[in-house]
């Protein structure tokens, strides 16, 4: 999963795709927290739902968004019109 993650993340590195990166981070954590829960909590003895989210946030802080370079054309034609 983190390969995907990274693959996509260096698709959208050079664009403006901060706001779909972030979308498409909050989809991995959703998904990370319900094959947690598909996981621990269909046991004998479940697990916890506050130990489920713990282990749900080191899992989403190992997963980070990348960090995406801003369109520095629109910068330079606001630049050039300002002046």
Known sequence: MLETWRGWGEYF????????????????????LWWLKRKYRRQRKAVPWRTLYDWNHRLGSVIEPINVIPDLSKGEQLRLASL
């Open 13 to 32: 590195k050079y664009s403006n795709g901060n706001r779909i990166i972030h979308r498409e981070m909050r989809a991995v954590r959703a998904i990370g």
